[in-house]
């Protein structure tokens, strides 16, 4: 097992390893001992494999366990969801005193947590991330939120788990394109500033996943625990982010997550070099390694159309929003830039 201790405004620790939710109950009891009440939210695909032995482990362990299941994917992580999700906890009647946990990727992962920031004025929750994405990234760190029409992520706030747990074994009824999502963010790492875990992806991670997600999680810890507010060195982390979200957002999220992430590392990197801010040998490399795991390389949309969605990114701060670049394999950086000449940018990005 890899454990991984995260020291942001509460510590907490994130551990790696297969079979973690047949241990749930006995896991939890160790945080937050019964009796007490869990709330298990998770989606329909993820609750059919996955749900029965989450919560026949928290049963065991002496939990009374509660059932909130949403539809799968993008278009539920809604303002509308979580005030079902609110009108659910009060249903229940649960107390600062319960918890929720979150078992699901990144949609309900996010929803979960920014419900446990809310309810109540706050209640403890939980990750059982079930997504590689999930695992490397949206379940560590702390950002809750739901997206509005104008965009991802809109809404939310800055919330930590009181736990982490990563069961490797639920990556096996992964569909192929959802693993690559989980890829696009692991790959993001390399890039970011760990030239190392760009060598370890030169041999396929898949047959034993472990050290790879403990690197990431520790990849992250490090930004988080130097800047948890995303005020600083932690907006590292959205390389291919500000033209991913808007090339999620322009194809109605018909374009994964991951998938859009890596249209936008590409994007970013292309823009650079023609900027000069970046080694021109990134953009092989990065074309390289992205198709090596099944992931796009083109964008489909106009650099119009990107800007027009990326203007109300949560990064703008005034008339300035804060891209981040690669420079070189294993180095990014913030750039800040007028919003005015985003698109002119992204249209450097998009130049073949």
């Not at 992580?77 to 990727?105: H, I, Y």
């Not at 394109?177 to 760990?194: L, P, Q, S, T």
């Not at 403990?214 to 932690?234: F, H, I, L, P, Y």
Request: aromatic content about 6%; overall charge negative.
């Amino acid at each position: 097992m890899k454990k991984i201790v995260i020291k942001a405004s509460r510590t907490y620790e994130v551990q790696v390893e297969k079979n973690l939710l047949a241990s749930a109950g006995a896991s939890l009891a160790a945080l937050l001992p019964p009796p007490r009440t869990v709330m298990v939210v998770s989606d329909d695909t993820v609750f059919a494999l996955w749900g029965e032995k989450l919560t026949a482990s928290l049963r065991a362990a002496g939990y009374t366990v509660k059932e909130f299941v949403i539809p799968h994917g993008e278009k539920s992580k809604t303002p509308e969801t979580l005030f079902a999700l609110w009108n659910a906890l009060a249903a229940e009647g649960l107390t600062r005193s319960d918890l929720l946990a979150a078992l699901g990727g990144g949609v309900v992962g996010d929803i979960v947590g920014f419900a446990a920031a809310t309810y109540l004025r706050g209640i403890p929750f939980v990750q059982f991330p079930t997504t590689l994405l999930a695992m490397v990234d949206s379940s560590v760190g702390g950002k809750t939120a739901v997206d509005l029409p104008a965009g991802k992520n809109l809404v939310g706030a800055f919330n930590q788990p009181i736990g982490v747990f990563c069961d490797t074994d639920t990556l096996s009824t992964l569909p192929p394109e959802i693993y690559a999502d989980g890829c696009a963010e692991v790959i993001k790492y390399g890039y970011i500033n760990d030239p190392a875990l760009l060598e370890m992806l030169e041999k396929d991670f898949s047959g034993d996943p472990e050290e790879v997600i403990a690197r990431c999680v520790c990849d992250k810890r490090d930004v988080v625990e130097a800047d948890e507010r995303d005020t600083g060195v932690r907006q590292l982390l959205n390389l291919g982010h500000t033209a991913g979200h808007a090339v999620e957002h322009c194809s109605n999220f018909t374009l994964s997550h991951g998938s859009s992430v890596a249209i936008g590392m590409v994007v970013m990197t292309r823009a650079a070099i023609a900027a000069g801010l970046c080694d021109p040998a990134v953009l092989p490399h990065m074309l390289q390694m992205l198709e090596r795991y099944h992931l796009p390389v083109t964008c489909p949309f106009t650099a119009s159309e990107l800007a027009a969605v990326a203007m109300g990114d949560k990064k703008r701060n005034g008339k300035k929003i804060t891209l981040v670049l690669p420079r070189t394999k294993g180095e990014s950086i913030l750039y800040p830039i007028d919003a005015k000449d985003l698109e002119a940018f992204f249209a450097k990005g998009l130049e073949a």
